[in-house]
């Protein structure tokens, strides 16, 4: 069965501090590696798409890679406002092609 | 703005009561979903459709209704059947379903029981 699997479940940071959340996966064959950012008590906004091994993408203070085997969230020189419930989810290259998502990761960036 | 719009925010159930939880979209999606999403779980499939007038069951469908009259629009009840239905609902939508499309999220609806 698909799992993705996200760590830490909750990363604590001062302002200032740069760090990576991971996801790890094992899926048949990769569709596409999504990230989203979830803030309390709202909908997950989207962040990033993935494609293949060795894919980066960034947004502001967000970098994105991929490999093979999982996904690295980097997040550099965090500030307050990046606090938030950090998603990932893979969609498989075969049959119904669902996302399967992690749990999160729950990002708390202090002043 | 395009995007989702989920309503109510909040909603509460009483015992041997269905309840619709209304999800609208003005992206032009093919594609709609809904998903449950509770503490300490990945978000769970309800159900979705790849068009009007089809639908397909997800991992967690008993208990769960859906109809698709309408592009824009993918209501959810959950009936008496459904023995838990404390949760944080969740409505998507996307261009397609297959491909690398990504699923964008409405703002949710947090069912509670009386």
């Known amino acids: 069965e698909d799992q993705v699997t996200q760590s830490p479940e909750a990363l604590r940071l001062q302002e200032g501090e740069s760090s990576s959340l991971n996801c790890s996966y094992t899926?048949?064959?990769?569709?596409?590696l999504f990230w989203y950012r979830q803030d309390p008590g709202k909908g997950p906004e989207f962040l990033f798409t993935?494609?293949?091994a060795g894919e980066e993408k960034e947004k502001e203070r967000l970098k994105a890679t991929l490999t093979k085997k999982e996904s690295f969230l980097h997040i550099t020189a965090p500030k307050p406002e990046d606090s938030a419930t950090y998603l990932c989810?893979?969609?498989?290259?075969?049959?119904?092609?669902?996302?399967?998502f992690g749990t999160g990761t729950r990002l708390l960036v202090s002043p | 703005d395009g995007g989702i719009t989920q309503s109510p925010k909040y909603l509460f159930r009483k015992e041997g009561q269905n309840v619709t939880l209304s999800c609208e979209q003005n992206?032009?999606?093919?594609?709609m979903y809904w998903y449950r999403q509770d503490p300490g779980q990945g978000l769970r499939l309800i159900y979705y459709?790849?068009?009007?007038?089809?639908?397909q069951k997800g991992d967690i469908a008993e208990g769960y209704s859906v109809s698709r009259e309408k592009k824009e629009s993918f209501p959810l009840t959950v009936t008496s059947a459904q023995k838990n239905p404390t949760a944080f609902y969740l409505c998507?939508?996307?261009?397609?379903?297959?491909?690398?499309?990504?699923?964008?999220f409405g703002d949710g609806t947090r069912l509670s029981i009386l």
């Open positions: 998507a939508s996307s261009i397609g379903h297959t491909g690398y499309q990504p699923q964008h």
């Open positions: 899926v048949s064959g990769l569709r596409g």
């Open positions: 993935l494609y293949s």
């Open positions: 989810a893979v969609k498989e290259n075969t049959g119904f092609q669902k996302l399967v």
């Open positions: 992206l032009n999606h093919d594609a």
């Open positions: 459709s790849q068009i009007v007038n089809d639908f």
